[in-house]
């Protein structure tokens, strides 16, 4: 079993920046992936960038270029950087991990709210 807790969420004006973090527990040594969805009201949960533990990184079309992820294996932990905020970007975000077993699990969520 792995658990995740996210933080680092909150509201936001267009054009700023937030960090959200994601603390991992339990068998951690069984994570392959980690990675950040989120989910706006009435629209599908989608990617927002994942991390291999070997550091290779995917991201969103949408989002590259104003968002990093990065990820810290001795310490358990990942980051989502956030800049050039935009209303759009306003979700739920879900910090998630894959095990080389393929078994996937999910935080809590953190709200993110981008307006002026």
């Known amino acids: 079993q792995v658990q995740l807790v996210e933080s680092g969420g909150g509201l936001v004006q267009p054009g700023g920046s937030l960090r959200l973090s994601c603390a991992a527990s339990?068998?951690?040594?069984?994570?392959?992936?980690m990675g950040w969805y989120r989910q706006a009201p009435e629209k599908q949960r989608e990617l927002v960038a994942r991390?291999?533990?070997?550091?290779?990184?995917n991201y969103a079309d949408s989002v590259k270029g104003r968002f990093t992820i990065s990820r810290d294996s001795a310490k358990n932990t990942m980051s989502l950087q956030m800049n050039s905020l935009k209303p759009e970007d306003t979700a739920l975000y879900y910090c998630?991990?894959?095990?080389?077993?393929?078994?996937?699990?999910w935080g809590q969520g953190t709200q993110v709210t981008v307006s002026s």
């Open positions: 991390i291999t533990r070997g550091s290779t990184t």
């Open positions: 339990g068998r951690t040594s069984s994570i392959y992936v």
């Open positions: 998630s991990a894959l095990t080389y077993a393929g078994n996937t699990y």
